[in-house]
């Protein structure tokens, strides 16, 4: 069973590492494994919350997920928006973040099959959110009016 680490936890601020073999066992399982966590706690999951320190990001997805393995934003709008973020990997802890509002990434898929993905607005947040996981960047970073909620008031 995956756990989610949180701050301060310092996988979270490693680059990670690329995939060599899509195909290796190790990524075949974590792939479904991460996808679950993510349906039930969130929108996004990136492989070092959970403690993998590999370029791996599953993101919510019209009714199901996408796992992007070793994802790279080609092009981000200069056109930017606010909008509120939370992290599985800093619970209790809300801000605003200022995110592009289109990007388009480039990805192999759990098949080992290249793809390009046009998204914008909440789909283009997440995907932001989660890569930024992959060179150790943090929401609370770049976020203004953090507030914190205590989850026993
Ligand atoms: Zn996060």
Same mark, same amino acid.
């Given at each position: 069973?995956? +756990?989610?680490?949180?701050?301060?936890?310092?996988?979270?601020?490693?680059?990670a590492?690329?995939?060599?073999?899509?195909?290796?066992p190790?990524?075949?399982?974590?792939?479904?494994?991460m996808?679950?966590?993510?349906?039930?706690?969130?929108?996004?999951?990136?492989?070092p919350q959970?403690?993998?320190?590999?370029?791996?990001?599953?993101?919510?997805?019209?009714?199901?997920?996408?796992a992007?393995?070793?994802?790279?934003?080609? +092009?981000?709008s200069?056109l930017?928006e606010?909008?509120?973020?939370?992290?599985?990997?800093?619970?209790?802890?809300?801000?605003?973040?200022?995110?592009?509002? +289109?990007?388009?990434?480039?990805?192999?898929?759990?098949?080992?099959?290249a793809?390009t993905l046009?998204?914008?607005?909440?789909?283009?947040?997440?995907?932001?959110?989660e890569?930024?996981?992959?060179?150790?960047?943090?929401?609370?970073?770049?976020?203004? +009016?953090i507030?914190?909620?205590?989850?026993?008031?």
């Amino acid at each position: 069973m995956l +756990k989610i680490i949180t701050i301060p936890n310092p996988i979270l601020r490693q680059k990670a590492k690329k995939i060599a073999d899509v195909m290796d066992p190790k990524i075949q399982k974590l792939i479904p494994q991460m996808t679950e966590i993510m349906l039930k706690e969130g929108v996004g999951l990136a492989a070092p919350q959970v403690g993998e320190s590999i370029r791996l990001i599953i993101v919510k997805y019209k009714d199901g997920s996408v796992a992007m393995i070793n994802p790279r934003i080609l +092009k981000k709008s200069i056109l930017k928006e606010w909008g509120e973020e939370g992290c599985l990997s800093v619970p209790g802890k809300y801000g605003e973040v200022k995110r592009s509002k +289109k990007l388009t990434i480039r990805y192999t898929d759990e098949k080992g099959k290249a793809k390009t993905l046009n998204a914008q607005g909440m789909l283009a947040r997440i995907i932001q959110h989660e890569t930024d996981h992959l060179d150790g960047v943090l929401f609370i970073d770049k976020a203004r +009016k953090i507030v914190e909620l205590n989850p026993n008031e």
